[in-house]
């Protein structure tokens, strides 16, 4: 445990069957979380291996705060993403941080690759490396339920992370699913866990710490006040971040049909008010967050013609929504809820997903490919086909579904199509609110639109010169560097101040780190960078699609030379790193 | 009038663990999950609610008619106090509970035990807990069952 002077790390090797625990005071000055997951990955990384080397690393970290403080509810994961072929960062909330912490775990350091397939179970006092082949070709909600029930430790104080079918069969954008309805996204890695035919970790969080001497107690309990009483969390409760659906929609930022468009005539029946009238079941949160934002909705399916229903329940968000609607002109909150619950069974990235439907949707309609390709005919609006196109895309039944799921711009190779191919880095997120998102995400490390502010900057004012978008770019990247290296919930930025981290990190016994904050975290944003670049990363060669150039808001016609202008900024400032 | 703990709401429950975390820091002062004299867990995966296991405050205390040196007394209006002290951890305090609701302390021995003193309510943002009267002596054993409290969602 950080403030006990040391940072736990177990390194578990799967082709052996054995962890090995290591106390290291020296990686402390990593801060924790996203700075830590990158100096492992220095460490333990294979740069220049592919990503799925049986040696590749699954870094998972938490930070010096969690456990200790509300809202520190998050881990990162660093790996090299089978994707992009670059080392990424992805981060998940639920009750996997605190069960680390209180399994006295730090840091995991995965590799090796199981001979078949096998199932982790760790804890302060547990290692074993289970069965797993029964559970192999499940999906995530079942492999589950079979977990849970072989296991009764650790009811209510555990995390279960696993695959669905899309990281078995190695596709690129398949996601590890943490407790039910947060994920680590994104850039594949599920594939990686597949690739080490690891199908799900169960991580007990049983063990206790005493406190923290001095003024712990007080500075809690503030903290613990302002986030409840200050009312400035409040929007993430009430409407969650579906809120953004009909802002960015008036904004003309709401990318739509693959971006042909950026507004969305169906956008009010995929609202977040719509769900939340009619879908909305209830909001739960992830451990130590009072807040609550995972909104919960209902799925209710006819599967008999008489009164016969079943009824699942399935989280949504802005990205999902954004990505199973208007990015695939499905305008029914209804059938967006299936769709968004059909990719979380197979274990497929929502968004990923969502994207490259979207181009393949195109691609169609402009005789790219034929059905011959996509077996079913993918046509805007169409939620049925879309259904068993994700389906296909899982279980990458044949030559088209098995390069859609290498990403869409490794299709577009094939079939033509790059023009408008919506990727930035890989396939995009859901804000077409201009150039400074569009560069931001094209460098960043995961889902990205979180590694900078890009989004916001775009709209709160037009940014009048390069040089006063690069330099928000790169304070709020520290700045949000710091965060994900305590590990915070970006949500809670606003009230983890730099002020009151410097309180909580002296409160939890760590004076050091809280004076030499700002100084030390420049330094690793610094160094981030350079494991990124050590896995091939080169920041000047990195373009944005021409469908991105063609983009129209509210405020007319992105600035192509603005894009192009912030591009190469951002690249230099980066490459000089 | 005496106070004790009642989930009141756990329909609200957001499953955050704000009550346990804060019992086990401020009262029982332990980072952990565990030591907290109130547990909230899903009632099978986190589709299906949460549900709070927490110490019902009888009246007679079982594990106080159990504890042999006295460490554990019989509090007004239900449930217990305890003194570590006079405890030689012989664990018939756990065992006696019909609700499961003491854990002994792997390490320590100690058992871990709700002293209805209300800090978790202090902690919950939904609204789930609460600190009602204690059943009086004449009419035992109605205490929350009365209709649910007027709560506000804070
Ligand atoms: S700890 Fe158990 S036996 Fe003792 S008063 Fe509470 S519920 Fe009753
Ligand atoms: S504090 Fe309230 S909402 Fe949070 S877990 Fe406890 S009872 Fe549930």
């Not at chain 1, 497929?348 to 011959?372: M, R």
């Not at chain 2, 100690?110 to 939904?126: E, R, T």
Request: with cysteine.
């Amino acid at each position: 445990m950080f403030s006990q002077g040391y940072v736990r790390v177990m390194e578990i090797d799967l082709h052996e069957g054995r962890c090995r625990i290591h106390k290291r005071e020296d990686l402390l000055e990593n801060i924790g979380g996203s700075g830590l997951a990158a100096a492992l990955y220095g460490e333990y990384g294979q740069p220049g291996e592919d990503a799925f080397a049986p040696e590749q690393p699954l870094i998972i970290a938490i930070g010096p705060l969690t456990g200790l403080f509300p809202l520190m509810s998050k881990a990162v994961l660093g790996f090299k993403s089978p994707y992009s072929g670059h080392y990424a960062e992805t981060h998940a909330g639920g009750r996997l941080a605190l069960a680390m912490r209180y399994a006295n775990l730090d840091a995991l350091v995965i590799k090796g690759e199981a001979s078949h397939p096998v199932c982790l179970l760790l804890g302060e006092r547990e290692f074993a490396v289970r069965e797993g082949r029964h559970l192999w070709g499940m999906d995530t909600t079942m492999t589950a339920r079979i977990i849970r029930s072989s296991e009764e430790r650790g009811r209510g104080r555990r995390s279960i992370l696993r695959i669905g079918p899309a990281g078995e069969n190695l596709v690129k954008y398949a996601c590890i699913n943490v407790d039910t309805f947060r994920h680590f996204g994104r850039l594949g890695a599920g594939a990686v866990m597949g690739k080490k035919k690891l199908k799900a970790i169960t991580i007990l969080g049983e063990g206790s710490f005493s406190l923290p001497h001095g003024d712990y107690k007080k500075v809690y309990k503030k903290i613990y006040r302002k986030i409840t009483t200050s009312g400035a969390m409040k929007k993430y409760h009430d409407l969650g971040t579906p809120v953004n659906i009909l802002i960015l929609n008036g904004l003309k930022a709401l990318p739509t049909r693959n971006l042909s468009s950026t507004s969305f005539t169906g956008a009010d029946s995929i609202s977040g008010e719509y769900f939340a009238e009619k879908l909305l079941l209830r909001q739960i949160a992830c451990s130590s967050c009072p807040v609550g934002c995972i909104h919960i909705g209902l799925l209710r399916e006819k599967f008999a013609p008489e009164h016969e229903y079943y009824y699942r329940q399935v989280s949504y968000d802005h990205e999902p929504i954004f990505a199973m609607g208007s990015m695939l002109g499905v305008s029914l909150g209804e059938k967006v809820i299936s769709l968004i619950d059909e990719a979380e069974k197979h274990g497929l990235d929502v968004i990923s997903a969502g994207v490259a439907l979207a181009w393949a949707t195109e691609a169609y309609q402009k005789g790219l490919i034929g059905e011959k390709e996509t077996l079913v005919p993918l046509a805007f609006g169409e939620a049925g086909s879309y259904r068993q196109a994700l389906a296909c895309l899982s279980g990458r039944v044949n030559d088209f579904y098995r390069l859609l799921g290498e990403g869409t711009l490794a299709a577009a190779a094939r079939y033509g199509g790059s023009e408008f191919a919506c990727t930035l880095g890989q396939e995009m997120a859901g804000y077409a609110t201009g150039p400074a998102f569009f560069v931001s995400q094209a460098m960043g490390f995961r889902c990205s639109h979180l590694d900078t502010a890009g989004y916001q900057l775009d709209q709160e004012f037009d940014p009048c010169s390069v040089e006063r978008a690069l330099s928000y770019l790169l304070k709020e990247e520290k700045q949000r560097f710091i965060l994900t290296s305590m590990v915070a919930c970006l949500f809670a930025r606003n009230i983890y101040t730099t002020e009151m981290l410097s309180e909580a990190l002296e409160a939890a016994g760590l004076p050091h780190l809280a004076l030499e904050l700002e100084t030390r975290a420049a330094a690793l944003v610094k160094r981030r960078w350079q494991v990124k670049k050590s896995t091939g990363f080169d920041p000047l060669k990195v373009t944005i699609p021409p469908r991105f150039y063609q983009v129209e808001t509210i405020r007319g016609k992105v600035n192509g030379e603005f894009i192009d202008a912030l591009l190469k900024a951002y690249a230099g400032a980066i490459a000089a790193l | 009038m005496p106070k004790i703990l009642r989930a009141i709401a756990m329909e609200r429950c957001i499953g955050c663990y704000s009550c346990m975390l804060g019992c086990a820091r401020l009262v029982h002062n332990s980072l952990s999950l565990i030591r907290s004299g109130i547990h909230v867990r899903s009632l099978g995966g986190l589709t299906a609610g949460f549900e709070a296991r927490y110490c019902l405050a009888c009246r007679p205390a079982f594990c106080a008619l159990a504890c042999p040196t006295g460490a554990f007394v019989q509090r007004e209006g239900g449930g217990v106090c305890y003194r570590e002290r006079l405890c030689i951890r012989c664990g018939h305090c756990a065992r006696a509970c019909p609700v499961n609701v003491i854990l002994v302390d792997e390490e320590t021995g100690f058992p871990v035990v709700c002293l209805q003193c209300g800090s978790c309510v202090n902690f919950c943002p939904h609204g789930c807990l609460a600190m009602v009267d204690a059943p009086s002596k004449e009419q035992p054993g109605t205490a929350g069952t009365a209709g649910e409290p007027d709560i506000k969602q804070r």
